[in-house]
């Protein structure tokens, strides 16, 4: 089982569509949870961190669910400069250093 | 925020030669450097760990004699590639990661596009 699972996509959705992308896990040691934006051949910007209690920046809610051990991303009316790739990252320790692992990314194309 | 600046942005070389990479952190110390390999339509993948000092830790299936890494500062890591093949060609992303602000950060380089011709 990858450490970081992630449905590829696409996501193709009409702009002003509520979308949601999931990201499962498989260490439950795992301490830190982020989404992550990345442009075609660009790299990686960070969009937002997730938290137990879940948070929210504009358009953009992101959740954990450590029970399940995934987090999702819910992207409210859709604008087509919303059109990326999704990456979720998942961060633990191991042998005193931080490990930081990605996932496949998801693709996501807002349509006019 | 944090910059982390990576240079070249591009490079073609051909075959058997080596080309090294460089990873700047601007204004954030970076005790931490992980340097990322990603082909086309696939994901970022982790190539090796460095910290600052030390020797760096390599994923497995990567050659640490073939991609080496130099982690010599807080703000520097460089990484070079030789003998370099085709297969080679692909984008390198570093990154480098720290305490900022009491909460661990990470920053992306972006990017050095090798072509290995």
């Known amino acids: 089982r990858k450490e970081v699972e992630q449905d590829p996509g696409p996501f193709n959705v009409p702009e002003g569509a509520t979308v949601a992308f999931n990201c499962t896990y498989s260490n439950s040691a795992s301490q830190s949870f982020f989404w992550y934006r990345q442009d075609c051949r660009k790299e990686p910007k960070l969009l937002m961190s997730v938290y137990s209690s879940g948070n929210e920046d504009g358009r953009f809610t992101a959740q954990l669910n450590r029970a399940s051990q995934y987090i999702s991303l819910l992207i409210r009316d859709s604008k087509l400069s919303d059109s990326a790739t999704y990456l979720c990252v998942v961060t633990y320790y191991s042998g005193g250093y931080q490990k930081v692992t990605f996932g496949i990314g998801t693709k996501l194309q807002v349509i006019p | 925020g944090a910059v982390v600046s990576q240079h070249p942005s591009r490079v073609i070389c051909k075959s058997g030669t080596s080309v090294k990479i460089e990873c700047r952190s601007l204004?954030?110390?970076?005790?931490?450097m992980f340097w990322y390999r990603q082909f086309p339509k696939q994901s970022l993948m982790l190539m090796a760990t460095?910290?600052?000092?030390?020797?760096?830790?390599?994923e497995q299936g990567v050659e640490k004699d073939k991609f080496l890494i130099n982690h010599a500062s807080l703000t520097l890591s460089t990484l070079t590639v030789t003998s370099a093949h085709p297969e080679d060609s692909s984008f390198y992303i570093c990154?480098?990661?720290?305490?900022?602000?009491?909460?661990?950060?990470?920053?992306f380089g972006p990017g050095t596009r090798l072509t290995v011709t």
């Open positions: 460095s910290n600052e000092g030390s020797k760096a830790t390599y």
């Open positions: 204004d954030f110390q970076a005790t931490t």
């Open positions: 990154s480098a990661g720290g305490r900022r602000n009491s909460s661990y950060e990470q920053y």
